[in-house]
C-alpha cells in the first residue's frame, strides 16, 4: 500500500451533475497527477499539478478541472457529468513532475458511475 | 491515444512457471515504466527503466528495453498466484505525459 488516499472509494451521480474526488499524496510528494482508467483500458493522463500549479493536461474538455493545496493534497473536479465519465479515477503522486518521470505512487482510486 | 502497446492481452500460467508480457511503442521514450494492478485497484509500480539502459532486475522481475525495436518486455519467474493481475506498461519521452497502454492480464493458477 502506498501513503495516496483517495476519497471517496465509490459515488454514483445522474447525468449534468458535477462531482468533487479527493486526493492526499504521499509525505514529500509535491506533484500530483490524475488519470482516467475506463473498463478493460489502461490509465489515461487527464493533468498534473506541481506545487499547486497545473503541469500539463491531457485531451480531456475543460469540464475537467482540478486544484492543488499547499499541503500538495488535490482534487479533481467535473462539472456536467456524462455517461461516458463512468470509469475509475486515479490519482498519483511523485517527487518529480513532467518532462522528468520516475515511479508513480497510485491511491486505490474513486469508482464514479453515471447513470 | 495510448502509445504503448501490451501483448498478449491476456495470459494463463501454471503456478511455477514463467510469464513474459511485451510491450510495443510508437515514438522514442526518455523512458519505460512497468505497473501492476490487482482488481481494478491502485496501480503499484514495478520497475523503471532509461532509454539508455537495456537490462534491470528486481527479485523475480526481469524487464529488457530494445530501443532499436521500440520494445519492452516484462518477465516473471517461478510466478505464484499472488501475481495475478493486470500489468501496465507506461512511457514517457519529452515534455508528453505518461502515456499506458492496455494492459495484459495474467492469471496464474495453482
Known amino acids: 500500500e502506498t501513503g495516496v488516499t483517495q476519497s471517496p472509494t465509490h459515488l454514483i451521480k445522474t447525468r449534468g451533475q458535477q462531482v468533487t474526488l479527493r486526493c492526499s499524496s504521499q509525505?514529500?510528494?509535491?506533484?500530483v497527477s490524475w488519470y482516467q482508467q475506463a473498463l478493460g483500458q489502461g490509465p489515461q493522463f487527464i493533468f498534473q499539478y506541481y506545487r499547486e500549479e497545473e503541469n500539463g493536461r491531457g485531451n480531456f474538455p475543460p469540464r475537467f478541472s482540478g486544484l492543488q493545496f499547499p499541503n500538495y493534497s488535490s482534487e479533481l473536479n467535473v462539472n456536467a457529468l456524462e455517461l461516458d465519465d463512468s470509469a475509475l479515477y486515479l490519482c498519483?503522486?511523485?517527487?518529480?513532475?513532467?518532462?522528468?518521470?520516475?515511479?508513480?505512487?497510485f491511491g486505490p482510486g474513486t469508482r464514479l458511475t453515471v447513470l | 491515444s495510448q502509445q504503448g502497446e501490451e501483448d498478449p492481452q491476456a495470459l494463463s500460467i501454471q503456478e511455477g512457471e514463467n510469464a513474459t508480457m511485451n510491450c510495443s511503442y510508437k515514438t522514442s521514450i526518455n523512458n519505460l515504466q512497468w505497473y501492476r494492478q490487482n482488481s481494478g485497484r491502485g496501480l503499484v509500480h514495478l520497475i523503471l527503466i532509461r532509454s539508455n539502459e537495456r537490462e534491470k532486475h528486481s527479485g523475480r522481475l526481469r524487464v529488457t528495453l530494445d530501443t532499436s525495436k521500440k520494445s519492452s518486455s516484462l518477465l516473471i519467474t517461478a510466478s505464484r498466484a499472488a501475481d495475478t493481475a493486470s500489468y501496465f506498461c507506461?512511457?514517457?519521452?519529452?515534455?508528453?505525459?505518461?502515456?499506458f497502454g492496455k494492459g495484459t492480464r495474467l492469471s496464474v493458477i495453482a
Open positions: 509525505s514529500g510528494h509535491n506533484t
Open positions: 498519483a503522486s511523485s517527487t518529480h513532475r513532467a518532462p522528468s518521470y520516475n515511479e508513480q505512487f
Open positions: 507506461a512511457t514517457d519521452s519529452g515534455n508528453t505525459p505518461l502515456v
